[in-house]
T-cell receptor
Framework: DAKTTQPPSMDCAEGRAANLPCNHSTISGNEYVYWYRQIHSQGPQYIIHGLKNNETNEMASLIITEDRKSSTLILPHATLRDTAVYYCIVRGMIKAAGNKLTFGGGTRVLVKP | NAGVMQNPRHLVRRRGQEARLRCSPMKGHSHVYWYRQLPEEGLKFMVYLQKENIIDESGMPKERFSAEFPKEGPSILRIQQVVRGDSAAYFC??????????????FGAGSRLTVL
């Protein structure tokens, strides 16, 4: 699996957009980018995933650069409840990759009032 | 549609006892994964199972730990002769059986094991 690099921590203001970067310069053509988050003591929560195109759902937007070497998760209007550790994970398609997801250190996001 | 159900949520054991953690996957999901999170550390993959089969146990400690996912009933993570270092949060996840495409794992709330 391609390795990902995320800043260890970042702060963001409540009500503002939070932009979380992830570098995955060794990503291959059939690898997806997944984002999960873990709010303190809870189970990890799936946020969004993408392959090539930008994606948006009710939680967030995922912007993937054209060369796919990096991506940004955007929380459009951060709330205090978005304080969590955010994980960017790159993983190949199911049969080739063996299904499991490997979590790195993530970015610890603190939303401040 | 209930999510991934784990029980017990909290379990206290004395050193040398056995711990059994149960996981019921989401409806329609036939793949189960177990992860462990030690205090103040990251999530570490332990084992991946399909019904009646262990597919990947590369993260399982070689001794005292075992997992099963029987044809009927929940997946069980069993820890024999627990030691203090086994104190952790154990998370179960499940996913659909898919041959291609992305693989989204849905996680349970976790079982917190404390070994006295």
């Amino acid at each position: 699996d391609a390795k990902t690099t995320q800043p260890p921590s970042m702060d963001c203001a409540e009500g503002r957009a939070a932009n979380l970067p992830c570098n995955h310069s060794t990503i291959s053509g059939n690898e997806y980018v997944y984002w999960y988050r873990q709010i303190h003591s809870q189970g990890p929560q799936y946020i969004i995933h993408g392959l090539k195109n930008n994606e948006t759902n009710e939680m967030a937007s995922l912007i993937i650069t054209e060369d796919r070497k990096s991506s940004t998760l955007i929380l459009p209007h951060a709330t205090l409840r978005d304080t969590a550790v955010y994980y960017c994970i790159v993983r190949g398609m199911i049969k080739a990759a063996g299904n499991k997801l490997t979590f790195g250190g993530g970015t610890r996001v603190l939303v401040k009032p | 549609n209930a999510g991934v159900m784990q029980n017990p949520r909290h379990l206290v054991r004395r050193r040398g006892q056995e711990a059994r953690l149960r996981c019921s996957p989401m409806k329609g999901h036939s793949h189960v994964y177990w992860y462990r999170q030690l205090p103040e550390e990251g999530l570490k993959f332990m084992v991946y199972l399909q019904k009646e089969n262990i597919i990947d146990e590369s993260g399982m400690p070689k001794e005292r730990f075992s997992a099963e996912f029987p044809k009927e009933g929940p997946s069980i993570l069993r820890i024999q002769q627990v030691v203090r270092g086994d104190s952790a949060a154990y998370f179960c996840a499940s996913s659909l059986s898919r041959e291609t495409g992305a693989n989204v794992l849905t996680f349970g709330a976790g079982s917190r094991l404390t070994v006295l």
